[in-house]
């Protein structure tokens, strides 16, 4: 009994004990490393009630205190949020491989069609897929330059709108009138035709789809923080987010089918929806797209292409407005580089660089899209030497890092004048220099960086040119900032437009 007894022991107690103790000696030869500092909250909630009611201010304040990278739990999900671009380069440039991924949240679910568009794909061969066929025959470069004269003849057109509104004494919304401009550009390099008419309902509806989509997208949606509470959709944002997916189906459906209609009438022009349905005929497998595919890509040009430049170009109006020297200076160096008998044309942009530091500084003091799109990491991680557990959220506070008194001087000035001399001259938006990041950096950079920059400078500089812009009278400028996904004004800015050049210009 007693060799028994010794017999169990030696066979498992034994080994049992060793392992016990080689796991405690592990332990105290490397300890485990911190997270990242950050606020408690509160059980369940976690953080979530110190977000509002704007939350890449109530991050960046947090930042203050707790340094340029946090960690906080919002509802049961762990948050890294970078502040400064040391962090940012260490996330998105040093992890950017493990953080390549975007969380699937309720806004992507749908309108994103379930993360099979190219903003919420996770990153693999269908994103590749996505990203290549976006580049090379929309947003790249080499065909931006085959649809320029899409551009020039919708510009002529907001022109012409604006010159009609000011006979008649009406002044110009400058948000919607811009939106509707880039939707009916993008319209004709996507699909061949104009989308919108200029004041049919048919284009209030499109305007108010896209901006409910990016105010609900930044919006605190409990179930993306707490998926436990979904079924209760306490603030009713999950029922306003299926019903808008229904609306931009619809009408994704119904300009596809029309696209098929008129496909004889293009005559061997192909538009992005043309060589998009090209490769449905000719791939298969990871490299054929489904209609989904097709459906939800749509959606991402006409939402980013859209509401992103035109908030950008608001924000634009609205600081030159409250700094009118600037907006003169601006208007100086057109006249001296273009003069007065014409429009500005896409070529004039590399000899204005006062516009080009504009643009930078626009979206240094607002980026469009303050918080960055998330990212999650898909394995364990060190940095800084803290420890980011695997499925941790990444949110990059550009908005934070554009108002760094630490980056930048005077960083609450609007200031075009600094990218005009010394090291801050070099800076770019390209996603190398981490101080201006407004269209993110890494693998996940927005495919339409340069297209967005070319709308921005092209749309302001033509506007600011061809009429000189004055507030209506008793009306003062703000800089009231409103929740949501992007960083749109509180309160839209409308302005009384005069023609400033030759009537022969005009035409």
């Not at 309108?111 to 897929?129: F, I, T």
């Not at 997208?217 to 923080?225: K, Q």
């Amino acid at each position: 009994m007693t060799m028994d007894i010794l017999s169990i022991a030696t066979t498992f107690l034994f080994p049992l004990v060793l392992i016990l103790f080689l796991v405690h000696r592990r332990l105290r030869a490397a300890p485990p490393l911190p997270l990242p500092p950050g606020p408690r909250g509160w059980p369940l909630l976690g953080a979530l009630p110190l977000l509002s009611p704007l939350p890449h201010s109530a991050l960046a304040n947090l930042a203050k205190r707790y340094g340029p990278i946090m960690y906080l739990k919002l509802g049961t999900r762990g948050f890294a949020v970078a502040s400064s671009p040391a962090v940012a380069r260490a996330f998105l440039h040093t992890l950017d491989v493990q953080f390549a991924d975007r969380p699937i949240n309720n806004a992507a679910r749908n309108v994103g069609y379930a993360g099979e568009d190219l903003v919420w794909a996770d990153y693999g061969p269908r994103w590749k897929l996505l990203r290549r066929l976006s580049s090379v025959h929309l947003l790249g470069p080499g065909a931006v330059s085959q649809w320029s004269s899409a551009r020039r003849s919708e510009l002529n057109r907001m022109v012409q709108g604006i010159l009609n509104l000011n006979r008649h004494g009406k002044p110009v919304e400058v948000h919607g009138m811009v939106m509707q401009g880039l939707a009916n550009i993008l319209g004709l390099a996507i699909l061949s035709r104009r989308v919108f008419d200029s004041d049919g309902a048919e284009s209030s509806e499109f305007k108010s789809m896209v901006l409910e989509v990016m105010k609900l997208s930044g919006l605190t949606n409990i179930a993306d923080f707490i998926p436990s509470m979904k079924w209760l959709d306490v603030n009713g944002i999950e029922r306003r987010l299926k019903t808008l997916h229904k609306k931009f189906d619809a009408l994704m459906t119904r300009m596809l089918r029309e696209h098929a209609e008129t496909a004889g009438q293009r005559e061997g022009k192909q538009d992005f929806v043309d060589h998009l349905l090209a490769n449905i005929k000719s791939s298969k497998g990871a490299e054929m797209l489904s209609d989904v595919n097709i459906k939800g890509l749509i959606v991402d040009m006409f939402i980013a292409g859209t509401d992103t430049s035109s908030i950008t170009i608001e924000w634009a109006f609205t600081e030159l407005l409250k700094n009118p020297s600037k907006l003169k200076r601006a208007q100086l160096e057109l006249d001296e580089v273009i003069g007065r008998d014409r429009m500005l044309e896409e070529s004039d942009i590399p000899k204005l660089p006062y516009l080009q530091a504009i643009c930078k500084e626009v979206l240094r003091k607002h980026a469009t899209t303050p918080l960055n799109l998330p990212h999650i990491s898909n394995q364990p991680c060190e940095i800084d030497g803290y420890y980011i557990p695997e499925g941790t959220r990444l949110l990059v506070n550009i908005y934070a890092i554009g108002r760094d008194p630490d980056v930048w001087e005077n960083p609450l000035e609007f200031n075009p004048e600094r990218f005009l001399s010394g090291n801050i001259a070099k800076i770019d938006v390209k996603g190398t220099d981490f101080e201006l990041i407004p269209f993110g950096a890494g693998r996940r950079i927005c495919a339409g960086k340069y297209l967005g920059m070319l709308f921005v400078q092209s749309i302001l500089g033509t506007l600011i040119h061809a009429f000189d812009w004055k507030m209506p009278d008793g009306v003062e400028v703000d800089m009231e900032e409103s929740a949501g996904l992007a960083l749109q004004k509180a309160n839209p800015i409308t302005a009384f437009a005069t023609p400033r050049l030759a009537p022969s210009a005009y035409h």
